[in-house]
């Protein structure tokens, strides 16, 4: 069996994001924490911060107007978050696979064993964020860690 750091082939990034309603329960975090581990991806970076609401408005930009962005953007402000830059071959599609559906509802049918199937409260309280593009992962990885360049990996 070939280790992921012998492999040939390059590694994709993406940015992994848990949200308050995890955060705030050491052994939920824990548990997303040993699923990024057991799923094999690298940890390029991690750190834990409290999102401000400015920060949280331009991030979810492209929601504004829809009925949840408010919700978003308070829910995401009110504790602290931790934020991943993993790496693994197809991270982006692995990552949001292993969160599993955005709705929980539906996580849990089709996707009980999943993070958002496991330990998902409601769609906004849904554990996980996880970028849905190659585009969209260097924009929220920027977001995140401001210094980190892709050039150096």
């Not at 997303?32 to 920060?55: C, G």
């Not at 991030?59 to 790496?87: D, K, N, T």
């Amino acid at each position: 069996m070939t280790s992921i750091l012998r492999s040939p082939q390059a590694l994709q990034l993406t940015l992994a994001l848990i949200k308050p309603d995890a955060v705030a329960h050491p052994l939920i975090l824990e548990a997303v924490h040993q699923q990024i581990l057991s799923n094999k991806f690298l940890i390029v970076r991690m750190r834990e911060l409290l999102w401000r609401k400015e920060d949280c408005q331009k991030f979810y930009q492209e929601h504004e107007g829809r009925f949840f962005y408010q919700r978003l953007v308070e829910f995401m402000a009110s504790g602290p978050i931790r934020a991943y830059i993993l790496a693994h071959k197809d991270a982006i599609q692995f990552w949001r696979t292993l969160m599993g559906p955005t709705r929980v509802f539906q996580a849990r049918h089709v996707a009980p064993d999943s993070i958002r199937g496991s330990f998902g409260l409601t769609d906004t309280r849904n554990t996980t964020h996880g970028s849905d593009s190659v585009v969209s992962a260097s924009r929220e990885i920027a977001a995140f860690f401001p210094d980190f360049s892709e050039q150096r990996c």
